[in-house]
């Protein structure tokens, strides 16, 4: 059964750091481009970070360069996000999500409000709160 599973979520002060893990199940994580999605309260899903399959190239929404980090282990057919210098505004569920037909375009993913045309797998998600 083809599935990604997010952890790692939680609460955590303004400026703090929190890993994100996306387990997959059913498909090998090096062979798919794998991205992260959030949804904060009352807002659209954005695209927030995405590495493509064959070289492992990422990619990352404005919103949250040279804070965040996604990379997969393949050993543990993983994917993570590294969410450093949180703040409040990162409030949201997040989720992981690939498409195992289309390769998702990467490029267009963290730029893209509507990124649920991209994939095809989602997880149930993760609930990131930054809060004093």
């Known amino acids: 059964q083809v599935q990604v599973v997010e952890s790692g979520g939680g609460l955590v002060q303004p400026g703090g750091s929190l890993r994100l893990s996306c387990a997959a199940s059913g498909f090998t994580v090096d062979y798919y481009a794998i991205g992260w999605v959030r949804q904060a309260p009352g807002k659209e899903r954005e695209g927030v970070s995405c590495i493509s399959s064959r070289y492992g190239s990422t990619y990352y929404a404005d919103s949250v360069k040279g804070r965040f980090t996604i990379s997969r282990d393949n050993a543990k057919n993983t994917v993570y996000l590294q969410m450093n210098s949180l703040k409040p505004e990162d409030t949201a569920v997040y989720y992981c999500?690939?498409?195992?037909?289309?390769?998702?375009?990467?490029?267009?993913?963290?730029?893209?409000?509507?990124?649920?045309?991209?994939?095809?797998?989602w997880g149930q998600g993760t609930l990131v709160t930054v809060s004093s």
């Open positions: 999500a690939t498409d195992l037909l289309n390769e998702p375009p990467c490029a267009r993913v963290v730029v893209s409000n509507e990124p649920y045309r991209y994939f095809e797998v």
